[in-house]
C-alpha cells in the first residue's frame, strides 16, 4: 500500500468507527425525547439479540453424535443458574463460556 492509501484507509476506519457511536448523540440531545419507535427498540432489541445468540450457538448442535450436546447443556445449565442467583448477564456469559471452553478441551475430548 502507497503511504496515501494507508492514510485513507486509517480514516475510513476511524469514521466507521466513530459515526456510529457518536451519530445517537447527535440526533437525539439530552433534553430531547427520544421518538417512541426508538423507545420501543431500546426495551425490545436486547431480547432479540439475546435470543439471536443463543440460535446461533446451538445450531451445530448434533445430539447423533459424539458428545450428544452435552458439553453446550452442562454450559447452559450453568450459564441461567448463575444468572438466577447473581442477576450479572456478564458474569452469567463468562460462566458459560468459561465452562463450555472447560468441558471441551478436558473433559469431552474428541
Not at 459424539?66 to 450479572?88: D, F, M, Q, S, T
Request: with cysteine; charged share 10%; proline share 7%.
Amino acid at each position: 500500500m502507497t503511504q496515501s492509501q494507508i492514510y485513507i484507509t486509517a480514516l475510513l476506519i476511524f469514521l466507521a468507527v466513530i459515526i456510529p457511536r457518536a451519530l445517537p448523540f447527535l440526533l437525539f440531545p439530552e433534553g430531547k425525547e427520544p421518538p417512541k419507535f426508538i423507545k420501543k427498540l431500546s426495551t425490545t432489541l436486547p431480547y432479540a439479540v439475546i435470543g439471536s445468540l443463543v440460535v446461533y450457538c446451538f445450531k451445530d448442535v448434533s445430539v447423533t453424535d459424539y458428545p450428544h450436546g452435552i458439553p453446550e447443556l452442562i454450559a447452559l445449565a450453568c450459564l441461567v443458574g448463575v444468572h438466577i442467583w447473581r442477576k450479572n448477564t456478564l458474569i452469567s456469559m463468562a460462566t458459560g463460556t468459561i465452562v463450555y471452553m472447560l468441558l471441551v478441551q478436558l473433559v469431552f475430548v474428541a
